[in-house]
């Protein structure tokens, strides 16, 4: 049956009522005057007030109870392995236990942790490709998993780049782990990946593990990939000016991650916010890392930069949702009509010093996750990792 996770979708209409308070995931209007959402076989159909949503013949109904609701969380720079294991810590169920940290998609940026990984031109491709079909095939505890992305190599050619876009590789992985670290080499081929659909991602800042590489300013600049991959390092960042180099020296997706230094992170974001970019901010954690897997990860990064970035809860969201769904063309990530029903419903976590939800984070509060959907399918009720809410949306059946 867990093959099954792999194409299945809500049949039939799903409603949520009685929702406190709705978070778009859209930076120009994080916060939207709607109490119900309607979806139909996956997609949002619906959404306003009560009154003026049709809710009629509902298969599936969630009273939220006056929580929130956001669009399901992305993780934008994760190193999955096959299925649900990592063997970085040898760990089974990390893709779940983030589930109920609120993460319902999550994007490859390698699957470097792969032991025995190949490095040959033909065996690299031969990865990505079994990895792109096994994750499109699979679902961890119905996570939508990008993966098949591979770390180029030297000697690699444009032809290599077609075939695995017409493989249905749609991403490359970090730029920087493999042979290639050099900033012409690797624009060339970031390139050929832009030129047939593959989107890209640099690895930026000191070596992560043993084996991989250290890429400073200039070489980011010079590569020119789709998103600055833990401009914060990971975990060793940069100094501060050549961040600031980054933020200002181009339009790239500028991606911080749980895993990374914090002090560079956070200015990170500040760069971003006096630059009026934060549109170009996305989070991620890079785990499975040498830290460990935190299913809270993209929760704990949000509470973090809300409550010491100076960006208010409601917007840090739309960095973890709305923007890297544009950055990365992703059809998720944003309450609107069309989108895919993936929704997170939380609340205040109980004796949070925050009078309400958004409050609580900006303190520096986690969220009490009280509900998970994933294209219209309950996925999880109260999360069992993050800390009770005060109120829990009830599945009506
Ligand atoms: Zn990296």
């Excluded at 959404?47 to 609701?69: F, I, N, P």
């Excluded at 020296?249 to 990374?260: D, P, Q």
Aim: glycine share 14%; charged share 20%; net charge negative.
């Amino acid at each position: 049956m867990a093959l099954a996770a792999g194409a299945e979708k809500q049949q039939g209409k799903l409603v949520i009522r009685h929702i406190g308070l709705m978070l778009s995931g859209a930076l120009e209007r994080p916060i939207l005057d709607a109490d119900t959402v309607v979806a139909e076989n996956g997609r949002i159909t619906a959404l306003g007030r009560e009154k003026d949503c049709d809710t009629d013949e509902a298969r599936v109904v969630v009273d939220a109870h006056g929580t929130a609701l956001a669009p399901g969380l992305i993780d934008s720079h994760v190193h999955p392995v096959f299925g649900d294991w990592t063997p970085r810590q040898n760990q089974l169920g990390w893709v779940e236990s983030c589930l109920h940290g609120g993460v319902t998609t999550m994007i490859s940026a390698g699957e470097v942790h792969l032991p025995g990984r190949p490095r040959d031109i033909v065996g690299l491709k031969a990865l990505a490709v079994t990895a792109q079909r096994a994750f499109s095939g699979f679902r961890p505890a119905g996570v939508k998993i990008h993966a098949g992305a591979p770390v180029i190599e030297q000697g690699m050619v444009e032809a290599d780049f077609a075939d695995l876009a017409a493989a249905g590789v749609t991403l490359l992985g970090e730029v920087g782990l493999g042979t290639v670290k050099v900033g012409d080499e690797a624009a060339r081929m970031v390139g050929w990946a832009r030129k047939y659909g593959l989107r890209s991602t640099i690895h930026t800042g000191g070596p992560s593990v043993p084996g991989s590489g250290y890429i400073d300013a200039d070489t980011v600049l010079a590569a020119d990939a789709d998103v600055i991959g833990h401009i914060n390092g990971g975990h060793t960042a940069l100094p501060l000016t050549q961040i600031r180099c980054l933020c200002e020296g181009c339009g790239r997706a500028i991606e911080i991650v749980h895993n990374g230094n914090e002090l560079a992170g956070l200015s990170a974001l500040r760069f971003a916010r006096e630059l009026g970019q934060l549109e170009r901010v996305v989070l991620g954690t890079d785990s499975p890392a040498g830290s460990g897997v935190q299913p809270l990860g993209i929760l704990r990064l949000i509470a973090f930069l809300a409550s010491f970035g100076a960006v208010p809860a409601e917007q840090v969201i739309c960095c973890a949702t709305g923007n890297t769904a544009r950055q990365r063309g992703l059809d998720c990530g944003l309450i609107e009509v069309g989108k895919a029903a993936d929704f997170l419903l939380m609340d205040r976590a109980q004796h949070s010093a925050g009078t309400d939800l958004l409050e609580s984070i900006g303190k520096g509060d986690l969220p009490g996750i009280g509900m998970v959907i994933v294209d219209g399918i309950v996925r999880c009720g109260r999360s069992r990792n993050t800390p009770p809410a005060d109120r829990v949306p009830e599945l009506l059946g």
